[in-house]
């Protein structure tokens, strides 16, 4: 899996080496594969997915299905329409806010969280915030491809789920 992925350099900005995932979704045996390997240490332990835009969404939509749970949308500031929690938080390259609709979650759900890349960090604790004001329970994430030169796991407080490392 892991051959099948690319690095473009200096993408979104000079000095960022972006670690595109397209090759794995465009393989739908591969893909197949990673969904259920993403899914598999979740079973019977989450009651919806939550995915981060925008691959989060390709993946975690997915993943919900195999493990017969909702899917809930994370997404980029001004996406989502009604009442919305938001959280913002560190790039790499910047900053930036996601949301979530504010009865996406129910109490005490259980909730998976699902993103492409973990690099800092950042995103998947922002997306933890928005799940745990909701008063649902982030049960752990589930990751493609984790760039462990960033540390981003270190900073995680719950169990990670990642398929492959650069």
Request: aromatic content about 6%; proline content about 6%.
């Amino acid at each position: 899996m892991r051959a099948t992925l690319r690095a473009f350099p200096d993408f979104p900005s000079r000095g960022i080496l972006f670690q595109d995932v397209a090759p794995v979704l465009g393989d739908p045996q591969l893909l197949r594969r990673v969904v259920h390997e993403m899914a598999a240490p979740w079973r019977g332990r989450v009651d919806a997915v939550a995915g981060v835009e925008s691959r989060g969404f390709i993946l975690g939509a997915p993943i919900a299905m195999v493990l017969h749970a909702r899917f809930v949308p994370i997404r980029k500031k001004g996406k989502l329409p009604g009442a919305l929690l938001a959280e913002e938080y560190d790039l790499e390259y910047g900053r930036a806010t996601v949301e979530m609709q504010a009865d996406a979650v129910r109490p005490e759900e259980r909730v998976l969280l699902v993103d492409d890349v973990l690099a800092t960090g950042g995103t998947a604790n922002a997306a933890l915030r928005l799940v745990e004001k909701a008063g649902a329970r982030v049960a752990g994430f589930s990751f493609l491809l984790e760039i462990e030169a960033l540390g981003g796991r270190a900073k995680l407080p719950r169990e990670a789920t990642v398929i492959a490392t650069v």
